[in-house]
């Protein structure tokens, strides 16, 4: 049977090998002032939604015994390190990401020093998690899960490296339901973000296709159909700041 499969990179439609290589040149041309600009263009709101997911993580850990959370498409490791400062104590951190520069920005992290003994860096693709089956609690992915070229191939993967019993969590960028808030949100995305991305990173293009990604994202109940189809339970979504952002969650059998 053809593969009649499409990938995009923002609204272009390219091969799945390209895609990769854009989005991998994307995050390599922004990731010295990652961190910053997750600061500018969302007002600080991101780590508000952070903190909620680190939080939802946190409530699954037991000092009892051995927790391995696996943060996909890690970035600079603001998460792990948030959960670490949590409960570092039998936590287990495998940062992840395809882009080798982000990681390197991890490991220049001032928290790297108290928390590398419970850090495994690793680069590679969500679609190919060099994990062994049935490892991990709980597995995350932070404003992540659309910059993989197959969303289905990588949910797969989670869901084979997740214990019996162990979590997904999805933060994204999702659908705005209340009105008054979408229509702030639709011409502050087309029309600041990619300016401030060229003041500031001299990088218009990068914030460009952040944009149009996130127009292209699967709504809400979308993607929970999809995290459902991919052998997980109980999957549910909460809406973060009118639907600006949100968390996906589902477990497995």
């Known amino acids: 049977m053809a593969n009649n499969k499409k990938y995009f990179f923002g609204d272009i439609e390219v091969s799945k090998v390209d895609k990769v290589k854009k989005v991998n040149e994307v995050f390599s041309s922004v990731a010295d002032r990652y961190d910053i600009m997750n600061d500018l263009l969302s007002l600080g709101t991101h780590?508000?939604?952070?903190?909620?997911?680190?939080?939802?993580?946190s409530n699954l850990i037991s000092s009892k015994r051995?927790?391995?959370y696996l943060d996909l498409a890690c970035?600079?490791?603001?998460?792990?390190?948030?959960?670490?400062?949590?409960k570092?104590?039998?936590?287990?951190?495998?940062?992840?990401?395809?882009?080798?520069?982000?990681?390197?920005?991890?490991i220049k992290r001032k928290e790297y020093k108290n928390f590398k003994k419970n850090i495994d860096f690793i680069v590679s693709d969500a679609e190919n998690i060099p994990?062994?089956?049935?490892?991990?609690?709980?597995?995350?992915?932070?404003?992540?899960?659309?910059?993989?070229a197959s969303m289905e191939n990588a949910l797969f993967e989670i869901n084979r490296v997740l214990k019996s019993g162990g979590k997904f969590l999805c933060l994204e960028f999702s659908s705005v339901e209340v009105p008054i808030i979408k229509k702030f949100y639709d011409f502050y995305s087309k029309n600041i973000i990619?300016?401030?991305?060229?003041?500031?990173?001299?990088?218009?293009?990068s914030y460009q296709y952040l944009v149009e990604s996130i127009e292209r994202f699967p709504k809400q109940d979308e993607l929970?159909?999809?995290?459902?189809?991919?052998?997980?339970?109980?999957t549910k979504y909460t809406?973060?700041?009118?639907?600006?952002?949100?968390?996906?969650?589902?477990w497995k059998i």
């Open 131 to 148: 994990l062994a089956s049935n490892s991990m609690d709980c597995v995350a992915i932070a404003f992540g899960i659309r910059n993989v």
């Open 239 to 250: 809406n973060l700041s009118g639907g600006i952002a949100c968390i996906h969650s589902g």
């Open 224 to 234: 929970t159909d999809l995290i459902t189809k991919s052998r997980f339970i109980n």
């Open 47 to 57: 780590r508000l939604w952070k903190e909620i997911l680190v939080n939802s993580i």
């Open 194 to 205: 990619p300016e401030i991305g060229n003041f500031v990173t001299k990088d218009r293009n």
């Open 75 to 86: 970035g600079t490791g603001d998460i792990g390190y948030k959960l670490l400062d949590k």
């Open 88 to 106: 570092s104590i039998n936590t287990n951190v495998y940062m992840m990401d395809i882009n080798e520069t982000m990681i390197e920005q991890a």
């Open 66 to 68: 051995a927790f391995n």
